[in-house]
């Protein structure tokens, strides 16, 4: 995180404060992804991260609070909503983000670690609710894109579409506990799209 | 359990066996509620339950055998499905039916607080997944029945079709954390329907 042309041993307050930062989530993700929420402490995470009780403590508070703080960089770190020039392209871009997250060892165990944490905890709870609804309303924008340019009908609700997309593919990882597949994907891309040029996504009243 | 003209204190082993199951998955519900899967402990059941802790050492070995045993009972009490006569009607039942569940107080909590063990725990995960397969075959019935009367084209997948229904509720419970309504129930049923007439829904190749 440092300029590179900053020379060695002249790091700023901001630089290392960084950097603790970073060791302590990466330690914190670590943390989650191979015990679990429950098991996650303040002391674990220092001392894997390699940086003082005291400041873990004093900067994150409690367990939710690295949660809270991982899942706001996880959301930092995503990518910005596709621009295929197609509505179709676009959700099956979308579709197959959170399909390759899912599936992803690191990022799939992550979440679904936190989601387990949601179902007892409020500040993870909270910290799920605020992470989702930044990826939804950043991907909501390629449904406006679509009402635009004529391929979807006039206010579609373009959170909801982005919802419609994810719904299927959580419901099987964390719920009925059967496989995410490309084809799952595939066919929650081509399930929403029928509906919503159907209008069913219209909520405004403007249907047409 | 018993028959009521049976005399007090004839009781049959069977009787004797079935009320035993029944308060020691009482208490598991009630543990899990209050403490979650991670402070499910098969002492404290046993407690709870008044009920030796061999007995339920012995017979169900774990609280992931516990948990197993409790969501093949909450299957069996679950009402089969609906038949109103039209496939909106029935699919509207259905989502009622899943919305009712997650906010009712005991049961949405326990479902939650399965779905929470199922991430980090592979019995309770098989036990999600055959709770939510037997539930969706019951009422996939209800799509091929409208296939069956022309209100859905032929080859219509009714296992997708319930769980696109159910989706979109468990997504908002435990992945976004937002409110589940009646509004929202009520759109799922719309999209699904939506879709489905559209012919998304047909994965046999005879779409028509």
Redesign the interface.
């Known amino acids: 995180m440092d300029q590179p042309s900053r020379s060695a041993g002249t790091v700023r307050p901001g630089g290392r404060t960084a950097r603790v930062r970073a060791a302590v989530l990466e330690a914190t993700q670590d943390e989650l992804v191979e015990r ?1 929420f ?1 098991e996650l402490t303040m002391d674990q995470v220092a001392a894997r991260a390699g940086v003082g009780k005291t400041t873990v403590y004093r900067r994150w508070g409690s367990p939710s609070g690295l949660v809270t703080d991982l899942m706001n960089e996880l959301a930092d770190q995503s990518s910005p909503h596709a621009d295929t020039g197609g509505i179709e392209g676009d959700l099956r871009a979308n579709a197959v983000s959170v399909l390759n997250a899912l599936n992803d060892e690191r990022l799939g165990v992550t979440f ?2 936190v ?6 905890d409020e500040p993870a ?2 910290a ?2 605020a992470f ?2 930044r990826r ?1 309303q950043e991907w909501a924008n390629v449904v406006d894109l679509a009402v635009a340019r004529g391929e979807l009908p006039a206010g579609t609700d373009g959170a ?1 579409v982005i ?2 997309i ?3 593919l ?3 990882l ?5 496989p995410v597949t490309r084809e799952v994907a595939e ?1 929650s891309v ?6 919503a ?5 219209v909520t405004t009243g403007s249907r047409g």
């Open positions: 679990g429950h679904q670690a989601i387990a944490a949601g179902t007892g709870a909270r799920l609710h989702y609804l939804i909801e919802r419609a994810s719904a299927p959580y419901y099987r964390v719920v009925t506990r059967e066919r081509a399930r929403t799209l029928a509906a040029r159907a209008g069913a996504f």
